[in-house]
Each structure stands twice: as structure tokens, then as C-alpha cells.
């Protein structure tokens, strides 16, 4: 995948009843690309993806794909508590037509970087999209560290890494480390 400039973690804009607006959802995706974002990454933290139903989930990719009808690539967060329901939300983005997935790792119980690695490695494995790695230990209690990540770009279908820990010395390291031959992120 190639893939470089500003893609942006948009909104999931919400009517009083948290269902979908997808009228300011279009005009929020045709704004971004008449401005000339490089991609579109639906469902991330901004999108506050982790509150919304399943549903919900699957309307705003679906809106949003439609929307950019191929214009520019979507990002689809699919980040889920445990890997079977993150498969699940892989299977719903490639059906819809999502360009890859943005996967963070499950939060609410801490988990050892080898369960992190095998839980990565079974999206890659299953995914016909490709994989970022989302980074935000803030949300889900898990820090990635350079050998760790190093591990996780040994898979073909790990394209790249979207790191919005914060931390400057850790996406320094992932530059350097990685910046040439996967795609590195900072949001």
C-alpha cells in the first residue's frame, strides 16, 4: 500500500438518538478530500468508535466508503476486546469495500506482548485487507516497544503503524526503525 499525506480520524456524526447523520457525514468526507487529504481513517478515536453499537459501526463505513467511492483510500478501525470480534469487524470492513484496517490492541484486561503478537498475527493472517497497528496505550494498556513492533512488521500483511501515544522518542525510533520500508503514522 502506498500511501502518503494527512490522513485524518474523522467524527462519527450522531443525530440526539446516536444514530448515524450520514448528510454530515458525506459533506465531512467531501470537505476532507476537496482540501486534499491522502486517505480517510473512519472508526479510530476520534470517531469514538469503541462507543458506538455494532450497527452503527457498519453504517459509518459504509457511508464513508460510499461517500469517497474510490477516490482516496479508507482506513476502517476495527479494533475490538479480543481477536474474534476484531475478525468479525475485519470480515464486515472488506465486505463493504474498506481500503485496510487499523487494528488497536484489545483493551480492559493487560495483556503480554507474545498474546499481542499472536492476536496481530491471526488478523494478518486472516485479513484480506492490510493491517496498521493502532498505538494508543492511553486507551488500551498496552505500550508497543521497538522489538515488539519490529516483530509485527515481519508479517507481509502488516503494513504499517498509526502511533498516537504521544510519546516523541518512541515514533523517532519507529522512523528510523521502519520509516523506509512500512508505513509510519503519528496522530
Known sequence: MDLKGIVPPIITPLDRRERIDKNSLKQ????LIANGVAGIFVLGSTGESVTLTPSIRTQAIETVVDEVNG???VLAGIGDNG???TLANCKIAQQIGADSVVVCPPFYFEY????IIKHYTRIADESKLPVFIYSLPQRTRFEFDIPTV???????????IKDSWGNMDFFQHLVFNFGSKKLVFQG
Open 112 to 115: 503480554t506482548k507474545p498474546e
Open 28 to 31: 465531512l468526507v467531501n470537505y
Open 150 to 160: 519490529n516483530k509485527l512488521f515481519q508479517h507481509s500483511n502488516i503494513v504499517g
Open 71 to 73: 477516490r482516496i483510500p
Open 83 to 85: 481477536t474474534f470480534r
